[in-house]
């Protein structure tokens, strides 16, 4: 009874497999090619983003930078420093959205769009849902100016009066 229940699965002794096996090994590639592939796509957006942050964080610092040293250069025209913040912004590919000069300090906010390569090939009704396509990285940066006569220089004796 055990012999005639083998006969069922000729094996190929020259290749050591069996014969209701076939195709079974090119069916699995194609998933396993196609699974490295979303997991190199997932892999390519999510250095995207981190990359896109560190340029948007060292974009918002060198404008914020910039613009102090154009206050403490005593160059106190707004739109001089607003100019000279966005120059550096946008050498760096990226969107100046905020800038606030006060007397000693300035504050920028920056942004930059990426759009993501695994969603873009993704087309919209294959999901079900609509899924936003690109995503916006923000960074905020502030810069203060310590001018030579303030307190902390200890270089200007100030008079303090107590009533």
């Known amino acids: 009874m055990k012999i005639s229940k083998l006969k069922k699965f000729k094996v190929n002794l020259k290749t050591n497999t069996f014969k209701a096996q076939n195709g079974n090994i090119s069916l699995f590639s194609v998933f396993l090619v196609f699974f490295i592939v979303i997991v190199f796509l997932i892999l390519i957006d999510i250095s995207r983003i981190f990359t896109a942050r560190i340029i948007v964080k ?16 005593f160059e106190l025209d707004s739109e001089e420093i607003k100019n000279t913040a966005k120059l550096i912004v946008d050498s760096n590919n990226c969107n100046l959205e905020y800038i606030n000069i006060g007397y000693d300090e300035v504050n920028v906010e920056v ?40 307190e902390k220089f200890n270089s200007c004796k100030r008079v303090k009066f107590d009533f």
Do not use: C, H
Request: no cysteine.
């Open 58 to 73: 060292s974009a918002a610092d060198a404008a914020s930078l910039a613009a102090v040293q154009k206050m403490l250069y």
């Open 111 to 150: 942004s930059k769009n990426i759009n993501f390569v695994l969603l873009s090939i993704i087309k919209e009704n294959t999901i079900g849902f609509n899924v936003s396509r690109s995503a916006q990285i923000f960074a905020v940066s502030k810069a203060k100016v310590i001018y030579p006569w303030d």
